[in-house]
Antibody, heavy 121, light 110 residues
Framework: QITLKESGPTLVKPTQTLTLTCTFS??????????VGWIRQPPGKALEWLAL???????RYSPSLKSRLTITKDTSKNQVVLTMTNMDPVDTATYYC?????????????WGQGTMVTVSS | QSVLTQPPSVSAAPGQKVTISCSGS????????VSWYQQLPGTAPKLLIY???KRPSGIPDRFSGSKSGTSATLGITGLQTGDEADYYC???????????FGTGTKVTVL
């Protein structure tokens, strides 16, 4: 059974750096073609794709957020970490990590439950 | 900010059919596979359709997907009250080198 779970702070202050961890089981991020992505959703708004990291450490970022995002993986711990710098209240959202349905697919089949992050002083 | 445009809402009576459109461009829908997601209130999105018209295991055939040019469509037949949710399209955008999602459509069962 494949599962993913997000963890991190629920509240961050403006200008701070957010660090979120996606801990997964049931697959390996060292397997050829596998990737893990991050998606967020502000309250009442649409989904927004943030970043994705592949088995070979190839990384993709949202062009609009690229300067603020870093995605890394720890294969031995089955974790993917997303950091976002210079947090702003508009970054308040539920953050999800997800696994694509197939190698290099843009369709996310398995999602974590999401973690709500509020940016406020 | 989304590069994929969907109608804000659609509605129909139980048992009827609804279709949801997703409009994009040649850099996204026109040259890449489209996926569709259902998001029930307070839950994570659920993949309904991938590769334009394929259903993951467990998704009933009441849900169907199609693509033509730079637009895609999700169809839901035999509408049920449990289908009330937000629906999103998604695809890869070759110009942005990024995944993109649609603006979302709320389905209401009358």
């Amino acid at each position: 059974q494949i599962t993913l779970k997000e963890s991190g702070p629920t509240l961050v202050k403006p200008t701070q750096t957010l660090t979120l961890t996606c801990t997964f089981s049931g697959f390996s991020l060292s397997t050829s073609g596998v990737g893990v992505g991050w998606i967020r959703q502000p309250p009442g708004k649409a989904l927004e794709w943030l970043a994705l990291i592949y088995w070979n450490d190839d990384k993709r970022y949202s062009p609009s957020l690229k300067s603020r995002l870093t995605i890394t993986k720890d294969t031995s711990k089955n974790q993917v970490v997303l950091t976002m710098t210079n947090m702003d209240p508009v970054d308040t959202a539920t953050y999800y990590c997800a696994l694509p349905i197939a190698d290099y697919s843009a369709a996310f089949d398995i999602w974590g439950q999401g973690t709500m992050v509020t940016v406020s002083s | 900010q989304s590069v994929l445009t969907q109608p804000p809402s659609v509605s129909a009576a139980p048992g009827q059919k609804v279709t949801i459109s997703c409009s994009g461009s040649s850099s996204n829908i026109g040259n890449n596979y489209v996926s569709w997601y259902q998001q029930l209130p307070g839950t994570a999105p659920k993949l309904l359709i991938y590769d334009n018209n394929k259903r993951p295991s467990g998704i009933p055939d009441r849900f169907s997907g199609s693509k033509s040019g730079t637009s895609a469509t999700l169809g839901i037949t035999g509408l049920q009250t449990g289908d009330e949710a937000d629906y999103y399209c998604g695809t890869w955008d070759s110009s942005l080198s990024a995944d993109v999602f649609g603006t979302g459509t709320k389905v209401t069962v009358l």
